[in-house]
Each structure stands twice: as C-alpha cells, then as structure tokens.
C-alpha cells in the first residue's frame, strides 16, 4: 500500500497498490479488506497486483495490441461502430470531443458475449447490448488477419468478468453488506452472477503521440459509469492521472502485470457516496514518443433497474467513515449526472449517443433527433 494511505482522500499523493495474492491466507486477507475499504472510501482508484488473470493471456493481449491499430485503414473502417446498433466497433481518431477538445485517441470497442433481447415495443436501451460485429468478439477480417487474437481476447475476457464479480463481493463486504443486497444489479437467480446474464464493455486504445504545439489531450477528464473499471496499461507510457478532492492531478504510471482498477457513478450512486468514483484523465505522449496503448474494461450493472430506487443501506458506524476523507473540493468531470434518475441502460444509451452520433443516426433516429436536431456534428461529445 502507497506510503500515504493514511492520509486524507483530498491529499492523497499516489494510487495504492492491493496485492491479490493476500486474499490466500486469513491474515492477509484481513489486511486486504482493510486496505481495500480505505481505498473505496478515501481515493476510488488502486492498482490490483498478482490478480486471478493468466499473465500469459494478459502479455499476450498486449503484444496483438498494437498490431490491431496497424491493420490497413480501410480493414478498420469495415467494422466502423456506424454498423452496430450496440456501440462495437472501430472509432477513428479525434471522432470524440470531451469537455469541448478533441480526444486524441484511436479506439475499438468490444463486449462480452452476448445474445440480444430486444424486439419491437421494448425500450431502446435494451437495444444497446448485444453481439460484436459479424462473429464475437472480432469481425470476420479482424480473425482472418489476426490469427489467434480472438481466442486470446475470449479468454482474457471471460477472466476478468469473473474477476469483477469476485471483487464486487468484496466490496459488498469490506462496506459490511450482504452479496443478497446486490442481487437486483446482476440478476442471475443466484447469490453470484453468471457469464453472459449481464454484458460488459471493452476497450483497445491508442493514444498516438502528440505533435509539437498540439493539445495533450488524450481523453479529457471524466467518470466512468457503471460498478467497477477493470484497466490494462498496455505500453510502458505515462499519462493516466486521477484527481484528488483537492483538485489535483496525481499520476497513475504504468505497473506491468497490475491492473488499475477504479470505482464507476453507478456504484458511488448505490452507495450513498461511501464508494467514490473519482475524476481521471489521459495526456497524450510527448512529440516523438511510440503511442501509448491501454485495454479498460468495464463492468456493467442490469439494464432495467433504476439505481436511485435500490441505494444500499449501511450501519451508521460505515457510512460515518464518509465524513473522514474531507470537504469535497472542485474536480473537473460532471458526466454520468443522470444516474438515480433513469434506468442504467437509458443512462448509457444517452451518453452513447452524445459521444457518437453517427450511430445514433442509423440506429436510434428519435433520439439523434433530440439531441442533435440540427443534424450530424462533427464529432461526438458525452458532455
């Protein structure tokens, strides 16, 4: 754990680092716990050291990495997210905006396996997950270039999901809730989620270097939705930093072999603010640097439950600890606000269709309309 882990959040200087392999023994796993409801609570972000995911499929996934964004221009283009009405696909740079400046990064999207629901007369949102693009979770000019990318990315997957639910129980017991509390976020019929009842999101991005007197902006600052984010830093580049409630911007660098995992809106939502999401951003690398690559993957919660009807109750002795970590200064990000007021799945597809609208138009026609009734903008903007 970082040196200042005792400190408060609005001074806390590093991200701490939780080391999974405690959970093994009962007195480690007692020092975990403790670590890990100090972090939820005081910085919403650590690094997960010696996590259950084979680090042969870990470097694996990274090595493919850069070689996707290698691929000829007009391969990516035919898997370009305007095909899918589940958001996957490949997004040009600069197609983003956030905070009103360009975010320099080159992405794909991905999901966990997943068949669709939806039909005629269903909400919209439910529209929002289904499978990838012509085979899951990689088109068919992705397989045939790429040979042994999509079995790599399969299991990779499959391990962090399980890995997300495992660490979501702990969450629900370091904050002393029981793992029934959280049944209506992943409905499965039993006390632990199961693949392929929920889907989950993720990413492969590039940041390219910036050139001189540009931005260094690779993603502005901004939450993540949904329970919790699972990140690889897939290049040794810097540029990830989180903010602290005093407003300052702290580096998280790369550790090879951890993930960063951080808290998403929905679960600091469910969790009267005891759990906080906490504000971070990308720079871009400097002039004449490689890119910098990164692998997030984000854990989503059901579709149809409106989380500000399902806030988790705590013992007064908890949600105390919240008045430990300081006055809440001015932090940057604002997205995700709707949280609480609709059901999860309406409140992705909104920011969905804000950050790209040219799927929106094909897709989602009523709703282009309302957000963008004086037509396709040049790029998209979550907020």
Same mark, same amino acid.
């Given at each position: 754990?970082?040196?200042?882990?005792?400190?408060?959040? +609005?001074?806390?200087?590093?991200?701490?680092?939780?080391?999974?392999?405690?959970?093994?023994?009962?007195?480690?796993?007692?020092?975990?716990?403790?670590?890990?409801?100090?972090?939820?609570?005081?910085?919403?972000?650590?690094?997960?050291?010696?996590?259950?995911?084979? !680090?042969?499929?870990?470097?694996?996934?990274?090595?493919?990495?850069?070689?996707?964004?290698?691929?000829?221009?007009?391969?990516?283009?035919?898997?370009?997210?305007?095909?899918?009405?589940?958001?996957?696909?490949?997004?040009?740079? +600069?197609?983003?905006?956030?905070?009103?400046?360009?975010?320099?990064?080159? /992405?794909?999207?991905? +999901?966990?396996?997943?068949?669709?629901?939806?039909?005629?007369?269903?909400?919209?949102?439910?529209?929002?997950?289904?499978?990838? /693009?012509?085979?899951?979770?990689?088109?068919?000019?992705?397989?045939?270039?790429?040979?042994?990318?999509?079995?790599?990315?399969?299991?990779?997957?499959? /391990?962090?999901?399980?890995?997300?639910?495992?660490?979501?129980?702990?969450?629900?017991?370091?904050?002393?809730?029981?793992?029934?509390?959280?049944?209506?976020?992943?409905?499965?019929?039993?006390?632990?989620?199961?693949? +392929?009842? $929920?889907?989950? !999101?993720?990413?492969?991005?590039?940041?390219?270097?910036?050139?001189?007197?540009?931005?260094?902006?690779?993603?502005?600052?901004?939450?993540?939705?949904?329970?919790?984010?699972? $990140?690889?830093?897939?290049?040794?580049?810097?540029?990830?930093?989180?903010?602290?409630?005093?407003?300052?911007?702290?580096?998280?660098?790369?550790?090879?072999?951890?993930?960063?995992?951080?808290?998403?809106?929905?679960?600091?939502?469910?969790?009267?603010?005891?759990?906080?999401?906490?504000?971070?951003?990308? $720079?871009?690398?400097?002039?004449?640097?490689?890119?910098?690559?990164?692998?997030?993957?984000?854990?989503?919660?059901?579709?149809?439950?409106?989380?500000?009807?399902?806030? $988790?109750?705590?013992?007064?002795?908890?949600?105390?600890?919240?008045?430990?970590?300081?006055?809440?200064?001015?932090?940057?990000?604002?997205?995700?606000?709707?949280?609480?007021?609709?059901?999860?799945?309406?409140?992705?597809?909104?920011?969905?269709?804000?950050?790209?609208?040219?799927?929106?138009? !094909?897709?989602?026609?009523?709703?282009?309309?309302?957000?963008?009734?004086?037509?396709?903008?040049?790029?998209?903007?979550?907020?």
């Amino acid at each position: 754990m970082s040196q200042d882990a005792s400190s408060s959040a +609005g001074s806390f200087s590093s991200v701490p680092i939780l080391d999974w392999s405690l959970l093994a023994t009962p007195s480690g796993a007692a020092a975990f716990k403790a670590q890990l409801r100090h972090t939820l609570i005081n910085v919403g972000f650590l690094y997960l050291s010696n996590p259950p995911v084979a !680090r042969a499929d870990m470097d694996a996934l990274i090595a493919y990495t850069p070689r996707v964004f290698d691929l000829p221009q007009d391969e990516k283009e035919a898997i370009r997210m305007a095909n899918s009405p589940h958001f996957f696909g490949y997004s040009r740079l +600069g197609a983003e905006l956030t905070k009103g400046k360009t975010d320099m990064r080159e /992405q794909f999207d991905f +999901g966990t396996p997943y068949e669709s629901h939806w039909k005629p007369g269903d909400p919209e949102y439910l529209k929002l997950w289904g499978p990838s /693009q012509a085979s899951h979770p990689l088109s068919i000019s992705l397989q045939d270039l790429l040979p042994g990318f999509k079995d790599v990315y399969l299991r990779y997957l499959a /391990q962090v999901e399980q890995l997300s639910y495992d660490f979501i129980a702990l969450v629900a017991e370091v904050l002393e809730v029981s793992n029934e509390a959280l049944l209506p976020f992943f409905p499965a019929g039993t006390s632990k989620p199961r693949a +392929g009842v $929920l889907q989950h !999101r993720s990413k492969i991005v590039k940041y390219p270097a910036r050139k001189e007197g540009d931005s260094d902006q690779g993603v502005g600052p901004h939450y993540d939705g949904g329970f919790l984010t699972f $990140l690889v830093q897939a290049s040794n580049h810097p540029g990830l930093q989180v903010q602290n409630l005093a407003g300052e911007w702290i580096d998280a660098p790369p550790i090879p072999g951890t993930f960063v995992v951080n808290i998403g809106k929905a679960l600091e939502t469910v969790t009267q603010g005891l759990a906080r999401a906490t504000s971070h951003r990308v $720079l871009s690398p400097p002039p004449g640097s490689t890119p910098r690559y990164s692998i997030p993957f984000f854990q989503n919660v059901a579709q149809d439950i409106c989380i500000g009807d399902f806030v $988790l109750d705590f013992k007064p002795e908890i949600i105390k600890l919240k008045e430990t970590r300081g006055t809440v200064g001015v932090v940057d990000s604002v997205n995700y606000a709707e949280y609480g007021q609709y059901p999860t799945g309406y409140v992705n597809l909104i920011g969905r269709v804000k950050s790209h609208p040219d799927v929106a138009e !094909r897709h989602y026609p009523d709703m282009f309309k309302q957000f963008f009734p004086d037509g396709l903008p040049a790029q998209g903007s979550a907020y």
